[in-house]
């Protein structure tokens, strides 16, 4: 077995995750190389789940018998282990919502709705990039059309990292809002968010940061950040689906209107008009997603009691083990960085003119699950003249060996199709 510095004690770990001790296509032992998707759940998650619906179940803030008031102390303590796990100041500064995609869409319609000194309109400019995932283009787009905002990005240089030799022509006096993501869920790249974040203070922009393939990864402190928004998502943190948040600056936070109305957002209605919930209930409209967040909770202890740090090490010693073997299979493109500095645990291929749903399917008949396609991020695709790639994304519970049948099923790829 390969051994290499800085690995968690897989053999642990996997045994609290279910899932990887499935076997398919006539008894193959799964691969699951498809983390950057989702993550798996461990046990922990799904028993707090189970431990929720069997002896919690009930709504939140609004009543006063027994089950009620667990059911929300376990939504708001769910509230503070995730403040706890990005640094919040504030647990207030930490919203709920059900996915990342609806976390940027809310700081996208706050600031189409917002009034001086932070309302986007034709005046404005929004600042964005060329690697995002379409739920952090397709909003600003959006937001572009309807207000008149201008809307512009930083390009991707051959080696997949972003292009910022024009940043002081890119982020302007005009620009509002620069919204991009900390680890590119295609290739991996680790953007410099110092660089960008100082560029935006020096002429007044916001900052919005999706850390969708940051938080499961990395030790994430939004304080260190300096950012003004900060999104990521449950499910690939070993989370439950429908469940997203997005952290905000109290200040504006407070001065932001709402993204959803309905029920306890509210602090008065009447027939005339209504006042609003201080943040973060301002933001959660409606009976919130309970039982996630409480399974999100779950999650956060359980990486927590391993250490991040811990994590992001092994998931280091993986990325570059794996970007190593790959560089071994002939015909093989790495699209992005092809190295494992400054990037994450995801790598994108392309395997000579094979197309990736092919290479996809063949890998899969051995039990090997990865991603194949644009992966939401079509303009990547297109600045590289690709269709589409193969994608394989490592965890905390991956190993030298998942690589090594990655190698192998990828030779069985390439001897099926002569």
């Not at 053999?11 to 799964?30: M, N, S």
């Not at 304080?223 to 997203?244: E, N, R, S, Y």
């Amino acid at each position: 077995m390969t051994q290499l510095p800085g690995l968690l004690d897989t053999e642990a770990i996997r045994k609290d995750f279910p899932l990887l001790d499935r076997q398919v296509h006539d008894g193959k032992k799964i691969v699951y190389l498809d983390n950057a998707a989702t993550s798996q759940k461990p046990r922990q998650v799904l028993d707090a789940l189970n431990a929720y619906y069997e002896q919690h179940n009930a709504n939140v803030h609004r009543g006063v018998h027994v089950l009620a008031e667990e059911a929300t102390a376990l939504y708001e303590g769910a509230r503070d282990k995730v403040a706890a796990f990005i640094n919040a100041p504030s647990r207030d500064e930490v919203i709920f919502t059900k996915n990342a995609s609806e976390s940027l869409n809310l700081v996208a319609n706050m600031l189409g709705w917002a009034d001086e000194p932070y309302r986007v309109d034709r005046e404005t400019e929004i600042v964005i990039t060329e690697m995002e995932h379409h739920s952090n283009i397709v909003p600003w787009q959006l937001l572009s059309q309807r207000t008149g905002a201008k809307l512009k990005w930083f390009g991707i240089t051959d080696d997949g990292r972003l292009d910022l030799s024009n940043i002081d022509e890119i982020i302007t006096e005009k620009t509002k809002i620069v919204s991009f993501t900390l680890v590119s869920n295609i290739m991996g790249t680790i953007n410099p968010v110092e660089t960008i974040i100082r560029r935006a203070q020096e002429v007044g922009a916001l900052v919005c940061i999706d850390a969708s393939q940051a938080a499961p990864h990395m030790v994430l402190d939004v304080q260190a950040l300096q950012a003004d928004f900060v999104a990521f998502t449950g499910h690939k943190m070993c989370g439950p689906t429908g469940i997203g948040v997005l952290w905000g600056r109290q200040e504006l936070l407070e001065d932001l209107p709402p993204f959803l109305g309905g029920g306890e957002m509210i602090e008065t209605v009447s027939m005339h008009s209504s006042t609003y919930a201080p943040a973060p209930h301002k933001f959660e409209a409606g009976t919130p997603p309970i039982a996630q967040a409480v399974g999100l909770g779950a999650a956060v202890d359980y990486l927590t009691s391993i250490g991040m740090d811990k994590i992001a090490a092994h998931e280091h010693a993986i990325t570059e083990y794996a970007v190593k073997r790959l560089l071994e299979v002939p015909d093989l493109r790495i699209i992005g960085p092809s190295t494992a500095e400054e990037r994450g645990a995801t790598i994108s291929f392309t395997l000579g003119d094979i197309h990736p749903h092919d290479v996809g399917q063949v890998l899969d008949e051995q039990g090997i699950a990865v991603r194949v396609g644009h992966h939401c991020a079509r303009p990547v695709c297109l600045r590289y003249g690709i269709p589409a790639t193969t994608r394989a994304s490592f965890y905390l519970y991956s190993t030298p060996a998942e690589v090594d049948a990655l190698v192998e099923g990828l030779e069985h790829v390439r001897n099926f199709f002569g």
